[in-house]
T-cell receptor, first 114, second 112 residues
Framework: NAGVTQTPKFQVLKTGQSMTLQCAQDMNHNSMYWYRQDPGMGLRLIYYSASEGTTDKGEVPNGYNVSRLNKREFSLRLESAAPSQTSVYFC?????????????FGSGTQLSVL | LAKTTQPISMDSYEGQEVNITCSHNNIATNDYITWYQQFPSQGPRFIIQGYKTKVTNEVASLFIPADRKSSTLSLPRVSLSDTAVYYCLVGDRGSTLGRLYFGRGTQLTVWP
């Protein structure tokens, strides 16, 4: 079982460059998320998608855009990368357990912006 | 959204029981309490979830008092491999519309 797959695992960008982080899940989950994690910090929500065709802003959406391409795929785009976006990015999907959610995470993308 | 408060760090020795307490004073009626574990260079992994009283699985136990304003994750007989960051989250699908916020978590270090 692949679960949540993120690509690429590592990326180095120059300031002003653009790139798209890809995420796919094979668990038929409705909800998908993008988080970033900075050193010594917890995860901060960038964007989420409650279901196919919908997206919404999280805690730190500035500088990012997302696309929920279909039920499986949720991409994160940096249009003009900045050094402040150097971070580890995690994609997740979730299933509802009764009322509570259970999140499944990918292995992360280490992004450095020079 | 209910905010949680956890200790920043804890230390233990192999074989001991570890209890990590999370405070969530403004937990809502429909909120569940969920704990995740994160190892370095990996995404968080679900450990346990509960609503009230006690929940136990093969990894941990979760104790929730009647007022639900706090919860305690209990790890029995920890080993070196339990060294990780542990996150406490509260929320439900309805009110949070699927959004779940992580705090800084608790860094647990297990020593030999």
């Amino acid at each position: 079982n692949a679960g949540v797959t993120q690509t690429p695992k590592f990326q180095v960008l120059k300031t002003g460059q653009s790139m798209t982080l890809q995420c796919a899940q094979d668990m038929n989950h409705n909800s998908m998320y993008w988080y970033r994690q900075d050193p010594g910090m917890g995860l901060r929500l960038i964007y989420y998608s409650a279901s196919e065709g919908t997206t919404d802003k999280g805690e730190v959406p500035n500088g990012y855009n997302v696309s929920r391409l279909n039920k499986r795929e949720f991409s994160l785009r940096l249009e003009s990368a900045a050094p402040s976006q150097t971070s580890v990015y995690f994609c997740a999907s979730s299933e509802a357990r009764g009322q509570g959610e259970k999140l499944f995470f990918g292995s992360g993308t280490q992004l450095s912006v020079l | 959204l209910a905010k949680t408060t956890q200790p920043i760090s804890m230390d233990s020795y192999e074989g001991q029981e570890v209890n990590i307490t999370c405070s969530h004073n403004n937990i809502a009626t429909n909120d569940y309490i969920t704990w995740y574990q994160q190892f370095p260079s990996q995404g968080p992994r679900f450990i346990i979830q509960g609503y009230k009283t006690k929940v136990t699985n093969e990894v941990a136990s979760l104790f929730i008092p009647a007022d639900r304003k706090s919860s305690t994750l209990s790890l029995p007989r920890v080993s070196l491999s339990d060294t990780a960051v542990y996150y406490c989250l509260v929320g439900d699908r309805g009110s949070t519309l699927g959004r779940l916020y992580f705090g800084r978590g608790t860094q647990l270090t297990v020593w030999p």
